[in-house]
Nanobody, 127 residues
Framework: QVHLVESGGGLVQPGGSLRLSCAAS????????LGWFRQAPGKEREFVVG????????NYVDSVKGRFTISRDNAKNTVYLQMNSLKPEDTAVYYC????????????????????WGQGTQVTVSA
């Protein structure tokens, strides 16, 4: 079992930045691909970005490429999402998730492949 806790959300003006963190309770982050998803009101939860087990591979949805950066620190059991140049359409509840994977490079994009989820943190981009 992996317990995930997100932090770092808040209210920011368009063009601003936020850094989300997700800490895991499990002793080791190994064997898990990690992802960030988001869900805006009235919309489906969507994949935003993922990072592979060893951190060597990442996968971003087109709408955040060049603005968001995912990283992980397995020694601290923490994954980060640095969000720059935020737009109002980035407003959503952001969730981190962990997926048990058999490949060190694999990053699932389908939320059904993720076994564990955090409780979510609200990000609001508004003037």
């Amino acid at each position: 079992q992996v317990h995930l806790v997100e932090s770092g959300g808040g209210l920011v003006q368009p063009g601003g930045s936020l850094r989300l963190s997700c800490a895991a309770s499990k002793r080791t982050f190994d064997n898990y691909a990690l992802g960030w998803f988001r869900q805006a009101p009235g919309k489906e939860r969507e994949f935003v970005v993922g990072i592979s087990w060893n951190g060597g591979n990442t996968n971003y949805v087109d709408s955040v490429k060049g603005r968001f950066t995912i990283s992980r620190d397995n020694a601290k059991n923490t994954v980060y999402l640095q969000m720059n140049s935020l737009k109002p359409e980035d407003t959503a509840v952001y969730y981190c998730a962990a997926a048990t994977v058999g490949s060190v490079y694999y990053i699932p994009r389908d939320r059904r492949n993720y076994n564990f989820w955090g409780q979510g943190t609200q990000v609001t981009v508004s003037a």
